[in-house]
T-cell receptor, first 111, second 114 residues
C-alpha cells in the first residue's frame, strides 16, 4: 500500500465551478501536510500548508481529518490557470524535512 | 521562500557516462534534498544532503550510484554515475525552511540517457 494515495483524475471542471478532492495517508504519526501544484514539465510549487483546524487561501480551502487520515483540497470559482496536477504531500513525524508525495490529482479547467 | 537554481537544466548523455548536477540556493538553509521524478510518476526522495558529511540515502539508492556533496549551506551536487536509460528522469533539489516543514524545489534537471 502506498504511503500517500490520491485519485489521479483527471477532474474536468467547467470554469467557475467548484472542485474538491482528497488524499489519504497511511502513517498515523504524520506531522505536517501540504498541497503542492505541479504544472507540466515544471517543478512542484507549494500551494498551501494544511493545518489541523483547516485553512483557506483565497479560492483554495484545505482540510485535515486526522481520525480518518485524509486531507482535502477544494477550489472555488475555478480558473483556467488552475489546470495542473495537485500533489498531496505528507511529512512523517520522525523524519524532519523528508516528504512523501502522492502521485497527484490532475485537474483540467475548461472554458 | 529561497531562490534555488540548478545546472544544467537538461542534458542528453550516453549510457555508461556520469553527470554532475549542481544546486545553488540564495540563502543558507538547514536541509537540502535530492529527488527524482521519473516520467509520469511522482517524486521519490533519493537522499538528504548533509553539510560536511556523507549524505543519507533512502532505500533503493546508494552512494556509488548517486554520490552527493554538500560543502556548505548553500550548495550541493548530485552525480548520476554509470548511467543507463533507466536513469532518464527529472532530478530536483529542494530545501526546507529552518522554522517550518515547508519545502521548496529547484527547477529540475531533465536527464535523458541514450
Amino acid at each position: 500500500r502506498k504511503e500517500v494515495e490520491q485519485d489521479p483524475g483527471p477532474f474536468n471542471v467547467p470554469e467557475g465551478a467548484t472542485v474538491a478532492f482528497n488524499c489519504t495517508y497511511s502513517n498515523s504519526a504524520s506531522q505536517s501536510f501540504f498541497w503542492y501544484r505541479q504544472d507540466c514539465r515544471k517543478e512542484p510549487k507549494l500551494l498551501m500548508s494544511v493545518y489541523s483546524s483547516g485553512n483557506e487561501d483565497g479560492r483554495f480551502t484545505a482540510q485535515l481529518n486526522r481520525a480518518s487520515q485524509y486531507i482535502s483540497l477544494l477550489i472555488r470559482d475555478s480558473k483556467l490557470s488552475d489546470s495542473a496536477t495537485y500533489l498531496c504531500v505528507v511529512s512523517p513525524y520522525d523524519s524532519w524535512g523528508k516528504l512523501q508525495f502522492g502521485a497527484g490529482t490532475q485537474v483540467v479547467v475548461t472554458p | 521562500s529561497a531562490v534555488i537554481s540548478q545546472k544544467p537544466s537538461r542534458d542528453i548523455c550516453q549510457r555508461g557516462t556520469s553527470l554532475t548536477i549542481q544546486c545553488q540556493v540564495d540563502s543558507q538553509v538547514t536541509m537540502m534534498f535530492w529527488y527524482r521524478q521519473q516520467p509520469g510518476q511522482s517524486l521519490t526522495l533519493i537522499a538528504t544532503a548533509n553539510q560536511g558529511s556523507e549524505a543519507t540515502y533512502e532505500s533503493g539508492f546508494v552512494i556509488d550510484k548517486f554520490p552527493i556533496s554538500r560543502p556548505n549551506l548553500t550548495f550541493s551536487t548530485l552525480t548520476v554515475s554509470n548511467m543507463s536509460p533507466e536513469d532518464s528522469s527529472i532530478y530536483l533539489c529542494s530545501v526546507t525552511s529552518a522554522v517550518s516543514y515547508e519545502q521548496y524545489f529547484g527547477p529540475g534537471t531533465r536527464l535523458t540517457v541514450t
